[in-house]
């Protein structure tokens, strides 16, 4: 066996995206304009992103647990898609 019960911090990177692509720039307007009949799209993308995160091992059994320092989510609104940044 491997005594593993001191290691040094180490810093790492994730990052991912997402790209939603929407057919009617109608949708987006909604979502701009926060008038979507269900709520507010960029809020809730927010939300799901965070317990994404936080919930990675439901995902992923089989990785190593780690500790979130910093949490950086960024939306973009274009005239076709909504981007999702997360870093």
């Known amino acids: 066996m491997v005594d593993i019960t001191f290691k040094n911090t180490t810093l790492r990177t994730a990052v991912a995206q ?4 929407v057919s ?10 926060n008038t979507v009949p269900k ?23 089989i990785v190593i647990r780690f500790l979130l320092s ?11 898609k909504l981007q999702f940044f997360l870093l």
């Open 18 to 21: 997402a790209i939603v692509k």
């Open 24 to 33: 009617k720039p109608e949708t987006i307007l909604a979502i701009e304009n």
């Open 39 to 61: 709520g507010n799209v960029l809020v809730m993308s927010k939300a799901a992103g965070l317990l994404g995160v936080k919930k990675h091992l439901i995902f992923y059994p």
């Open 70 to 80: 910093l949490l950086v989510l960024n939306m973009r609104l274009t005239d076709s």
